[in-house]
């Protein structure tokens, strides 16, 4: 055979080796909520480079085929394709780097770690560039010059690869004394973390539709904000990704703006759904929503760090917000970033008595009242973020049948083209919330004033 020797392939641990392959390509461990897998059937790929050489991993590769999972006849036929090409490639490199086929024995270790470690990095690099190729073909690729690469995700995902692939050695260094109870031996193990990882998955998703479904009464309940909790959670979570946080503190800071307005529950609708100014009395209970918020989802653990991004999101950085009155770095980051995301979402979206800004106008406006309200690195990490990631403008949410008066305020600049000039106070005004009040004698600007 022109691609290398067969005949010293050992056809017993050949089919072996593509029995425990189907399996653990079978139970593929899926992250990122369910958008990319990894898959333990790298370890297989890799013992067989091991023990059958190139044209036998090559081999096992094939039987990607009848993995039991539901995948429609191309995406087999190009993970096949796949693993045949990775198995076999790293299989050559193995053996040019002075690997031997066949059960290592003791006196090989460790040198046998130098020709491993290049077959597994010839492995995951065939990999990543199929995938790269695939995704390129099918539109979902582009390449871009972002202003800076978030390393941590694609680090974290390829080194979990990785450390898959590395099993492969273990599996092919223990195959001579146990022969093969080396599959049960690495199988049980799989099939244990798999459990485990489904079942925090399923925690997950759980506390998605929790949040989700509270998010979804505030809004019931406030139809002029649809939608808006959602959109300041991804911008949050747009801006903590920008700073480098842990993928756990990003999904803390979404959680954050999924929940930062969840006080408006303890709000009574007639207020946040008032068309005209609102009286002192009135705006003094709107002020009050930070705190019923934190009161309602106080007891929820899981939430951590976020509490403080819902308690003091509308804080400013010289000292004049509230609840507290906090001031510069005493206000927690998760409140100096939820408060940035919010604004933004306010300023660029559309309500029923004004249009939405560009994202160039608010992103001016934030600019201007960085250092005063907001806390400037938070500002640039967002701008930084939709420059490279863009931000889609929310369509216009019509209010229910005879909830409010018209309104009849002039409208605040327009998403076709941004205002000559930015209004003073505006993002105060849409910090402070999106309910309509008055209209401002000079410039003609709706001044937003509830929570």
């Known amino acids: 055979m022109f691609l290398g020797p067969i005949t010293e392939v050992d056809l017993g641990t050949l089919l072996l080796l593509a029995i425990l392959f189907v399996i653990a390509e079978s139970i593929a461990t899926m992250v990122d909520s369910g958008k990319t897998g990894i898959s333990p059937a790298s370890a297989a790929s890799l013992a067989a480079v091991v023990l059958v050489g190139p044209v036998g991993a090559a081999i096992v590769g094939i039987a990607s085929g009848l993995v039991i999972r539901r995948q429609n006849l191309v995406k087999r036929l190009f993970n096949g394709a796949q693993f045949v090409i990775a198995g076999y490639a790293s299989g050559t490199v193995f053996q040019l780097l002075g690997g031997r086929m066949g059960v290592p024995e003791p006196e090989m270790f460790p040198w046998i770690l130098l020709p491993f470690t290049g077959a597994v990095l ?230 029923s008595y004004r249009k939405a800004w560009s994202t160039e106008a608010a992103i001016a406006e934030l600019r201007r009242c960085a250092g005063t309200q907001f806390d400037p690195r938070m500002v640039e990490a967002l701008v930084r973020a939709v420059e490279r990631e863009g931000w889609e403008v929310p369509d216009l949410v019509e209010p229910v049948e005879d909830a409010c008066e018209p309104c009849t305020a002039q409208p605040v600049g327009a998403s076709e083209a941004a205002p000559e000039t930015v209004p003073t106070g505006a993002a105060q005004t849409a910090a402070d919330g999106d309910t309509q009040t008055d209209t401002n004698l000079t410039v003609g600007v709706v001044e937003e004033t509830t929570g």
């Open 122 to 351: 010839t492995f995951s690099l065939c990999n990543t560039l199929l995938m790269a190729g695939l995704m390129w073909s099918l539109g979902e690729l582009r390449l871009k010059r972002p202003r800076r690469m978030r390393w941590r995700p694609l680090a974290t995902l390829e080194l979990s690869s990785i450390g898959y692939a590395m099993l492969g050695l273990f599996i092919a260094a223990i195959w001579g004394a146990v022969g093969p109870f080396a599959v049960l031996l690495v199988l049980l193990p799989l099939f244990i973390a798999r459990w485990a990882f489904d079942q925090y998955v399923f925690q997950q998703r759980a506390h998605e539709a929790t949040l989700a479904t509270l998010c979804q009464a505030v809004e019931t309940k406030d139809y002029y904000t649809r939608g808006h909790c959602m959109r300041v959670a991804k911008a949050a979570a747009m801006i903590a990704e920008e700073l480098g946080m842990s993928a756990e503190r990003v999904q803390t800071m979404r959680y954050a703006g999924m929940l930062h307005d969840i006080g408006k529950l303890g709000v009574p609708t007639k207020i946040l759904q008032k068309a005209g100014k609102l009286t002192e009395e009135e705006y003094a209970a709107i002020q009050l929503h930070p705190m019923r918020g934190y009161e309602i989802v106080r007891e929820i653990d899981f939430l951590d760090e976020a509490l403080a991004g819902i308690l003091h999101h509308h804080e400013r950085i010289d000292g004049g917000g509230y609840p507290k009155g906090l001031a510069g770095e005493d206000i927690p980051e998760a409140a100096r970033l939820v408060s940035v995301a919010d604004v933004f979402d306010c300023l660029t979206s559309t309500r």
